[in-house]
Each structure stands twice: as C-alpha cells, then as structure tokens.
C-alpha cells in the first residue's frame, strides 16, 4: 500500500507529546490521513494550538492533559 493509498478514515489516534515537535507532526499527518486525534500532553497553550491545527485539517481533535511520567495521568 503506497502512503498516499493509506487511510485512518474514522479512527481515533491517541499521540502524547502531541503538543509540539515530531508529536505534533505526527498528529497533523494522521489527521490527514483522516484520523480524530487525541492531543496528550501538558502544556494547554501548546495543547491548544495544536487541536486548532488539526482542526483545521477537518478532523476532530481534543486535548488531554496529560504528564506519561506520572502512572496516575495513564
């Protein structure tokens, strides 16, 4: 299957450190692939620019905060 061929149409992705750097690549190219993402990670401003980032895609996005050091955040 080439990359253009792939398809998350209707799934939900989870991606912590999704904020900011490769996370949020990473969010912004399933979200173009069609996946709702989950943006996990702690800092709100970043949290929130990147749903509106996704959101823009078309996609549905929220943000979790979200600290993966802290077994309770899991």
């Known amino acids: 299957m080439a990359v253009a061929d792939f398809s998350l149409k209707d799934k939900v992705a989870i991606v912590t450190g999704g904020s900011r750097g490769i996370g949020r690549s990473i969010a912004l190219g ?5 996946a709702h ?3 996990a ?3 709100p401003e ?3 620019e990147a749903v509106a ?3 823009a895609t ?3 996005a929220i ?3 979200t600290n993966v050091r ?5």
């Open 63 to 65: 943000a979790v905060p």
């Open 70 to 74: 802290r077994i309770a955040d899991l």
């Open 53 to 55: 980032a996704v959101q």
């Open 58 to 60: 078309g996609r549905r």
């Open 41 to 43: 990670a702690r800092k």
């Open 46 to 48: 970043a949290m929130a």
């Open 30 to 34: 399933l979200a173009e692939h069609g």
């Open 37 to 39: 993402i989950v943006i």
